[in-house]
Nanobody
């Protein structure tokens, strides 16, 4: 089992930045597919970004503003979020999958084996 714990959420004004962190324990994540999703009340979890090996994948609304990265030594995954807007307000989740998967499926939350508890991000003036 891999335990994922997110941190770094908080309140920020529009145009601001946050860096979310996901600490993993129990398994080394360097061979895993890792991803970030977000969720607002009453909505499905929404794909934001994923990283598999050296390849990164982004939702259209995240491209150019968000960046997913990983530190295999620290067993951490990060999501740098810039130019935040109120529409980015959500609970953000880190996820991981141990087996390879086709690129077309990595945006689906159901394919991930492990999830964190989420960290809340609020963007408002």
């Amino acid at each position: 089992q891999a335990l994922l714990v997110e941190s770094g959420g908080g309140s920020v004004q529009p145009g601001g930045s946050l860096r979310l962190s996901c600490a993993a324990s129990g398994r080394a994540l360097d061979a895993y597919l890792v991803a970030w999703f977000r969720q607002t009340p009453g909505q499905e979890r929404e794909f934001i970004a994923a990283r598999s090996g050296g390849s990164t994948y982004y939702a259209n609304r995240a491209k150019g503003r968000f960046a997913i990265s990983r530190d295999n030594v620290k067993n951490m995954v990060y999501l740098q979020m810039n130019d935040l807007t109120p529409e980015d307000t959500a609970v953000y989740f880190c996820a991981a999958r141990s087996n390879r998967i086709v690129v077309s499926a990595l945006r689906q939350p159901d394919v991930y084996d492990f999830w964190g508890q989420g960290t809340r991000v609020t963007v408002s003036s």
